[in-house]
Antibody
């Protein structure tokens, strides 16, 4: 059974970079049947997909339009984890950040864009 | 962007009662809709994918139905542990979007 364990600071100053890591157990970050996502939840409860990384003969990283210029998602196969960096944060980036696995299926069928396993969440507050 | 509207915003029922949650989209989703449950203090959990498929380990009392732009999550007999917020999510078009949620309480 896959487990996702998140780590990273809960407080980030405005204009600085938010950095979070998601360690995977029970699956592989380089699996060709899934993708690894970051999703955040605002203080009011709204959920937003931020981006993902996945491996299909080479690595891909894709981002939501509203964070594309600020976000970087990388993977580390030696540690079997993936990470999110969000630069130039503002108080509007405050929220709970989750890592999540895409529902697995054969690579030829494409990504499911549905999330079947989630990390425990990290509350990130952007404040000076 | 596809907008998802969930109703009711809150639902308060007694144990054993049937709960009916609605998710309406701003356009046809071709059944590419999922439902998640988020219990207090926990991460979301996938219940239903592609409108009517139960995810692994999800009890049979959870049933998804619908087509086009209108979808329903039915909990046939509410249990105390079903308290939480239920979200729908579409994967029909980019960007992926979530509904605002329905909060379920137990009387």
């Amino acid at each position: 059974q896959v487990q996702l364990q998140q780590s990273g600071p809960g407080l980030v100053k405005p204009s600085q970079t938010l950095s979070l890591t998601c360690a995977i157990s029970g699956d592989s970050v380089s699996s060709t049947s899934t993708a690894w996502n970051w999703i955040r939840q605002s203080p009011s409860g709204g959920l937003e997909w931020l981006g993902r990384t996945y491996y299909r003969s080479r690595w891909y990283s894709e981002y939501a339009t509203f964070v594309r210029s600020r976000a970087t998602i990388n993977s580390d196969t030696s540690k079997n984890h993936f990470s999110l960096q969000l630069k130039s944060v503002t108080p509007e980036d405050t929220g709970v950040y989750y890592c999540a696995r895409d529902l697995p299926r054969a690579a030829a069928e494409g990504l499911y864009n549905t999330f079947d396993s989630w990390g425990q969440g990290t509350l990130v507050t952007v404040s000076s | 962007e596809i907008v998802l509207t969930q109703s009711p915003a809150t639902l308060s029922l007694s144990p054993g009662e049937r709960a009916t949650l609605s998710c309406r989209a701003s356009q046809d989703l071709s059944s590419y809709l999922a439902w998640y449950q988020q219990k207090p203090g926990q991460s979301p959990r996938l219940l239903i994918y592609d409108a009517s498929n139960r995810a692994a380990g999800i009890p049979a009392r959870f049933r998804g139905s619908g087509s086009g732009a209108d979808y329903t999550l039915t909990i046939s007999s509410l249990e105390p542990e079903d308290v939480g917020v239920y979200y729908c999510q579409q994967r029909s078009n980019w960007p992926l979007t979530f509904g605002p949620g329905t909060k379920v309480y137990i009387k």
